[in-house]
């Protein structure tokens, strides 16, 4: 008999099932690495071999047969992504294939993209649980799902209310109401803290990529937080004008200013219904944990400066930066609705690498397995969140250099920011955010 685990279930362990984020498959076209392949990406000026994996304008791939079927775990040295949080399992008795899954996927269908077989990924994650049960003949799962994943599986909830078949779920930075980043992805192109990862790059490929567009801030962002886009420009008698953006006016910067796919956009703003933003899983008996990141420097607002003239498509960018795990907002990822008490909060996380970052990857186990490993000093509850605020308050230095001259930084520790030989980002130093827009570089030190 399984204590843990309902009359008919087999003894033994609950099949865990880890549901990756955004570029957290990697991508094959036959024997050939796609993504994330480290080589290229440091040595292929402009990472055009890339190319393959866009979208066109009627959200279908250009190129076919791009195979999508191991996740993303280590590939530079010492940069994790999701290797260690399978280690983590394994070291309490987990065994991959067996009771140890994941769901490697075609991220740039995102959560609103159809195959050419009329499925989607929540169709096919449907398919992958019912495939875990038939083989180890439990009747629930338990889902560790990271960023982009935590949305797919709150989608596939939302669809299957009563057969979901998901007893206990972690939700690791997800971007429950959006993310501003993925508008500047889509606008000025983002490396999104990848070495060796160009951004311009990003940008061409990410144009027709649901995928991205799901990512963006919906409505219900907008009506909680406020504008993401800011314009500064001069009216006709030359003063300077600082606009904040109110929802249609962002819609019109993103579909004719620069001129985005407007049925990918209709598609994620129809996804990004008030009922599906604030859908509560434990209505349909999901066991509710979320893990949100916080005090590492993260895009809140996307200003673009048109002071000298230039076209929206040539203009400077100039970020803001909040609290948040260096890509999702906190106030985003913490508006899913779960008890205060399977709230936690990750202190100076890396988005990317939050599965397999200790501490985090730790309480996760913990969570799923009711093992008792220790978490460290940067995994806080929220009742010490309400009780002292401060530690989730982003708190550092910015700095603006707005010419050709590179920038810097290094820690106590030698972990460093600045421009990696390829001219790709260096981000080593955990809270640090590192944005560039042309000759422009703004970075965020935190203390």
């Not at 399984?2 to 003894?11: L, M, V």
């Not at 009506?223 to 886009?229: P, R, T, Y």
């Not at 308050?393 to 700095?399: L, R, W």
């Given at each position: 008999?399984?204590?843990?685990?309902?009359?008919?279930?087999?003894?033994?362990?609950?099949?865990?099932?880890?549901?990756?984020?955004?570029?957290g498959t990697e991508a094959k076209l036959s024997e050939e690495l796609l993504w994330p392949d480290p080589v290229r990406m440091m040595t292929n000026i402009g990472d055009t071999f890339m190319d393959p994996l866009a979208f066109d304008s009627a959200l279908s791939p250009e190129t076919e047969n791009i195979n999508f079927s191991k996740?993303?775990?280590?590939?530079?040295?010492?940069?994790?992504?999701?290797?260690?949080i399978i280690s983590e399992f394994s070291s309490q008795g987990y065994l991959e294939n067996q009771n140890l899954f994941t769901f490697p996927y075609d991220w740039r269908y995102g959560l609103t993209g159809t195959y050419p077989d009329g499925s989607t990924n929540a169709v096919r994650l449907q398919m992958k649980i019912q495939e875990i049960l038939d083989q180890t003949h439990f009747q629930k799962v338990d889902i560790v799902a990271h960023s982009m994943g935590g949305l797919l599986v709150k989608k596939y909830v939302m669809e299957n209310p009563v057969d979901h078949a998901i007893n206990k779920a972690v939700?690791?930075?997800?971007?429950n109401l959006g993310a501003p980043k993925a508008a500047k992805v889509l606008v000025a192109g983002d490396n999104m803290n990848i070495l060796g990862l160009s951004g311009s790059e990003m940008k061409k490929i990410a144009r027709n990529m649901p995928g991205v567009y799901d990512l963006l801030p919906s409505q219900?962002?907008?009506?909680?937080?406020?504008?993401?886009?800011r314009i500064l420009a001069q009216d006709d008698l030359g003063i300077q004008i600082l606009n904040d953006l109110d929802f249609s006016q962002t819609r019109d910067f993103l579909l004719s200013d620069h001129e985005l796919n407007s049925l990918a956009y209709q598609n994620s703003q129809a996804l990004h219904s008030a009922a599906f933003d604030t859908f509560d899983m434990r209505t349909s008996g999901v066991d509710l944990y979320t893990i949100t990141g916080c005090k590492s420097g993260t895009l809140g607002t996307?200003?673009?400066?048109?002071?000298?003239?230039?076209?929206?498509?040539s203009a400077s960018f100039f970020p803001k930066l909040i609290s948040?795990?260096?890509?999702v907002p906190y106030d985003s990822a913490n508006t899913i609705l779960t008890n205060d008490d399977k709230r936690l909060y990750a202190v100076k996380p890396d988005h990317g690498k939050m599965l397999?970052?200790?501490?985090?990857?730790?309480a996760i186990v913990n969570l799923i397995s009711g093992s008792s490993l220790a978490t460290g000093n940067n995994i806080i509850t929220r009742e010490q969140l309400l009780s002292d605020p401060g530690l989730c308050?982003?708190?550092?230095?910015?700095?603006k250099v707005l010419s050709p001259v590179d920038i810097e930084a290094i820690d106590n520790l030698g972990n460093r920011l600045g421009i990696a030989p390829d001219g790709s980002l260096q981000n080593d130093i955990p809270g640090a955010d590192l944005e560039i827009s042309g000759d422009h570089k703004f970075v965020f030190l935190p203390q």
């Open positions: 008999q399984n204590p843990s685990g309902q009359a008919g279930d087999p003894s033994g362990k609950r099949p865990v099932l880890i549901v990756p984020g955004i570029m996740l993303v775990n280590e590939p530079f040295p010492g940069q994790h992504y999701y290797d260690l939700l690791v930075g997800v971007p219900n962002y907008f009506d909680s937080f406020g504008s993401f886009v996307y200003l673009e400066n048109r002071l000298d003239g230039t076209t929206p498509a948040g795990d260096g890509t397999s970052q200790n501490g985090i990857r730790q308050k982003i708190n550092g230095t910015g700095i």
